[in-house]
T-cell receptor, first 116, second 113 residues
Framework: ETGVTQTPRHLVMGMTNKKSLKCEQH?????MYWYKQSAKKPLELMFV???????ENNSVPSRFSPECPNSSHLFLHLHTLQPEDSALYLC???????????????FGPGTRLTVL | GDSVTQMEGPVTLSEEAFLTINCTYTATGYPSLFWYVQYPGEGLQLLLK?????DKGSNKGFEATYRKETTSFHLEKGSVQVSDSAVYFCALSDGGNAGKSTFGDGTTLTVKP
């Protein structure tokens, strides 16, 4: 595998379910990100991790819980979601969290989440 | 704070037409600038980048020049193809902002044969 992979690609869940999204990067990067992309809305940054430490949490509801066990893996644990949480969830990684070309981001294909 | 404003879409062009998608930015420091492209059903991928003033990024026939005096990074292509149909995002990265990239809202381009 190369680049950034995400599983599952599609997920349908009820509001009472608990599920997890998985992201893996094979690029040796130190920073990883979760974004939410909703139809007709700007890309929303949710969480930023650097060297497995969370460095940013953009006022995301607690029903979204990130986990970064190592610099190659990032999870997003979901529980008691709402229908308005239906969106494409994108994972990305970058070399580091400094300025310059190192902060070019590499995105996974996304998980299309539907909450019923 | 940092911000990116890009041309609203959607943009519809005929094949071989000239493309311009405008992008202007506001940043406190000296950001790096990027154009990303998102094809249907996929994540974003980097199209081109520029790290300092007057740099020109280019890739696949697309070009953009980092203009510090006008705080702009407009995307251009001389002759678009149907396969260029996608959503284009202008973005900046400001190292003083915890490595966060700021994205524009995206411009949807449709190229008709």
């Amino acid at each position: 595998e190369t680049g950034v992979t995400q599983t599952p690609r599609h997920l349908v869940m009820g509001m009472t379910n608990k599920k997890s999204l998985k992201c893996e990067q094979h690029l040796g990067h130190n920073a990883m990100y979760w974004y939410k992309q909703s139809a007709k809305k700007p890309l929303e940054l949710m969480f930023v991790y650097s060297l497995e430490e969370r460095v940013e949490n953009n006022s995301v509801p607690s029903r979204f819980s990130p986990e970064c066990p190592n610099s190659s893996h990032l999870f997003l644990h979901l529980h008691t979601l709402q229908p308005e949480d239906s969106a494409l969830y994108l994972c990305a990684s970058s070399q580091d969290i400094t300025s310059g070309s190192y902060n070019e981001q590499f995105f996974g294909p996304g998980t299309r989440l539907t909450v019923l | 704070g940092d911000s990116v404003t890009q041309m609203e879409g959607p943009v519809t062009l005929s094949e071989e037409a000239f493309l311009t998608i405008n992008c202007t930015y506001t940043a406190t420091g000296y950001p790096s600038l990027f154009w990303y492209v998102q094809y249907p059903g996929e994540g974003l991928q980097l199209l081109l980048k520029a790290t300092k003033a007057d740099d020109k990024g280019s890739n696949k026939g697309f070009e953009a020049t980092y203009r510090k005096e006008t705080t702009s990074f407009h995307l251009e292509k001389g002759s678009v193809q149907v396969s260029d149909s996608a959503v284009y995002f202008c973005a900046l990265s400001d190292g003083g902002n915890a490595g966060k990239s700021t994205f524009g809202d995206g411009t949807t381009l449709t190229v008709k044969p």
